[in-house]
Nanobody
Framework: QLQLVESGGGLVQPGGALKLSCAAS????????IGWFRQAPGKEREAISCISTSVGDTYYADSVKGRFAISRDNAKKTVTLQMNSLKPEDTAVYYCAGGSRPLPVQNMCVMPRLFTLWGQGTQVTVSS
């Protein structure tokens, strides 16, 4: 069974940090671009960061650039999202997703419909 499972969400104060993990099972992570998306109540789903396959090219939305860092370990079948300097507006459910289309990461990340595998999501709440 192909599966992505997110972990690491929680409640953090503004200015704090969290590390989200996305664990893959049932497939070879190497061939998939992995993206992190988020959706806040009443808002559309937003692509925040993606990382390509073995080359490791990355994409960041302007809203998180300089604060978030994505990385992958294909041997451990894990992709992580280090989130620093968190703001209340970062509050959302965060999803990781995998897509196998051979497209540049900056093109693929802004098209969530190209991602065919989705995790169940993890809640991130930034509040004092």
């Amino acid at each position: 069974q192909l599966q992505l499972v997110e972990s690491g969400g929680g409640l953090v104060q503004p200015g704090g940090a969290l590390k989200l993990s996305c664990a893959a099972s049932g497939f070879t992570l190497d061939y998939y671009t992995i993206g992190w998306f988020r959706q806040a109540p009443g808002k559309e789903r937003e692509a925040i960061s993606c990382i390509s396959t073995s080359v490791g090219d990355t994409y960041y939305a302007d809203s998180v650039k300089g604060r978030f860092a994505i990385s992958r370990d294909n041997a451990k079948k894990t992709v992580t999202l280090q989130m620093n300097s968190l703001k209340p507006e970062d509050t959302a459910v965060y999803y990781c997703a995998g897509g196998s289309r051979p497209l540049p990461v900056q093109n693929m990340c802004v098209m969530p419909r190209l991602f065919t595998l989705w995790g169940q999501g993890t809640q991130v709440t930034v509040s004092s």
